[in-house]
C-alpha cells in the first residue's frame, strides 16, 4: 500500500513504453485521485472493477506528443 500513488505513477509512466499495460488493486480512496492523474498522463483507463472498499484498474500507456 503506497502513501504517495504520484511518485509510483510517474515513476511507471518514465519506465513503461508507450503500449505498456499496469494493473492496480488499491482502496477506492487512493483510486479516484489516480484515475485522474493517469488521465492528465494520458493513460487509457481499460477497465475499472470496484467492490467493498477496493477497486482494481487495468490501465494501458497509449503514444502521445505535446
Not at 7 to 17: K, T
Not at 52 to 59: H, L, N, R, T
Request: charged share 35%.
Amino acid at each position: 500500500r503506497c502513501k504517495e500513488p504520484v511518485a509510483i505513477l510517474v515513476e511507471m509512466d518514465r519506465i513503461l513504453r508507450p503500449g505498456g499495460w499496469a494493473i492496480i488493486r488499491e482502496k477506492l480512496e487512493i483510486l479516484d485521485p489516480l484515475e485522474a492523474i493517469l488521465k492528465s498522463l494520458h493513460w487509457e483507463i481499460v477497465m475499472t472493477f470496484r467492490k467493498d472498499k477496493e477497486g482494481i484498474m487495468s490501465v494501458k500507456k497509449t503514444t502521445w506528443r505535446p
